[in-house]
């Protein structure tokens, strides 16, 4: 059996009340570690949680890459693309592309006998994947929408309806300007969505492919562009790299340019800031580990003084000083061991009443979220246990050497 692993053992299951000096600093060490993990995995979940909910939304509304016309992209104006059958078909095979359908975008102006408002009309079709609209629907339906007839049925954000003092089922006139010519169509608010996220939801309301592309005045076939949905979000750059290689710079049958842009792309700002977020997580994690690594080496440095007796009797009986070094380190072990498994009930439980109960409120317009969201990823769980224990054992090696320079005749008559 390893010595030092039995004398640790031995000490750490031994404590009575004789030791009543390295009770709190053991206590406290505890502690130490506890807090520091959970604040880690809180801090992790917290951030996660948040990049993924606001990454999702914001590709429900953009997909992950889109394919337009080159113009369009180099301007505010819509300019319009063929994206017929044969073209669908292409995006569709793609190695990576999951879904692939069309869309259409118009300017108009919303208005009732009290107010009017400005807004981006965006048309779909019948292959649209809304599972996004679906999950974030708060009240009405979402209708058939088709590229072949119009159903004058309108989707539009909670933020939009409240401004226009409109309600589900109600009808509201939009106003086009296209070239002096103003046309007039008359919807029928058929559903309500709330994302929270202001950038798009006061923006943009949803109607059918097949208004749109006649309010364009383009023809059949002809849309803004398509949005492709890829298998493996990690993958991306990969899938993003062959849409280049089999789209960019290829014209359609009416021989317009069709370039493609990544989600990152088209909304740099909104993904640079998610980014930012990880140096926090980064700096929070330094400074529990820091917490947890100084209350060890106090606590160690005093169950070192503690027991300098035993420490005496052990080099008078021809213990090693390695072997006795060993032998604190497997008691800070331990010590480690108890400490993570308290911040790991802590921090896990904490996360799991999160998710389960949105215990925590947040402000919508600041953080366009109403609950803090929170994921628990149990890589990262295992990742942060194993990184706290070893930096702190790491980090005890140079107090345990302490033991070097205590001296069997003296710390034998030492009280």
């Known amino acids: 059996m390893n010595l030092s692993l039995f004398l640790a053992r031995h000490i750490y299951q031994g404590q009575d009340h004789r030791h009543q000096v390295s009770r709190p600093a053991i206590r406290t060490a505890i502690a130490g570690v506890a807090i520091g993990l959970a604040v880690m995995l809180i801090t992790v979940a917290v951030v996660l949680g948040f990049k993924h909910t606001i990454r999702d939304k914001v590709i429900g509304f953009g997909s992950h890459i889109q394919v337009e016309n ?6 505010t104006d819509p300019y319009p693309v063929c994206m017929d059958d044969s073209v669908m078909k ?7 592309v999951a879904h692939a359908e069309r869309f259409a975008l118009t300017q108009g102006i919303l208005k009732t006998d009290e107010d009017f408002l400005g807004i981006t009309f965006k048309g779909i079709a019948q292959e649209y994947d809304t599972t996004f609209l679906r999950r974030n629907l708060v009240e009405g339906c979402i209708p058939h929408f088709s590229d072949t007839s119009a159903s004058r049925q309108l989707l539009m954000s909670k933020m939009t309806a409240d401004k226009l003092r409109l309600k589900v089922g109600d009808k509201v006139y939009a106003y086009f300007i296209s070239e002096g010519d103003v046309r007039v169509r008359r919807f029928t608010l058929s559903g309500i969505f709330q994302t929270n996220l202001t950038q798009f939801d006061e923006a943009l309301c949803l109607t059918d492919l097949y208004t749109t592309n006649k309010l364009n005045k383009w023809e059949e076939g002809q849309c803004t562009g398509a949005e492709l949905t890829v298998a493996d979000f990690s993958r991306l750059d990969e899938t993003a790299e062959r849409v280049i290689d089999k789209v960019n710079r290829t014209s359609d049958s009416m021989g317009n340019t069709m370039m493609s842009r990544t989600i990152h792309e088209a909304y740099p700002q909104i993904f640079n800031w998610l980014e930012l977020l990880d140096i926090n997580v980064w700096i929070i994690l330094a400074l529990m580990v820091c917490v947890a690594s100084f209350t060890m080496i106090s606590g160690l440095l005093i169950i070192i003084l503690e027991r300098t007796q035993m420490i005496g009797i052990l080099k008078a009986l021809g213990a090693r000083t390695s072997t006795i070094r060993h032998t604190f380190l497997w008691f800070s072990v331990f010590i480690l061991g108890r400490g993570l498994l308290v911040g790991n009930v802590v921090g896990i439980g904490f996360i799991l009443l999160q998710q389960h109960t949105g215990l925590i409120s ?8 109403s609950t803090a969201p929170m994921e628990l990823n149990w890589p990262l769980v295992v990742l942060l246990n194993l990184a706290t224990l070893l930096i702190s054992v790491a980090v005890l090696v140079a107090p345990s050497y302490l033991i070097a320079h205590i001296s069997p005749s003296k710390s034998m008559r030492y009280e």
């Open 70 to 75: 080159f113009l369009t992209m180099q301007s």
């Open 90 to 96: 292409v995006l569709r095979s793609i190695p990576g």
């Open 362 to 369: 947040l402000d919508p317009a600041n953080y366009y979220v």
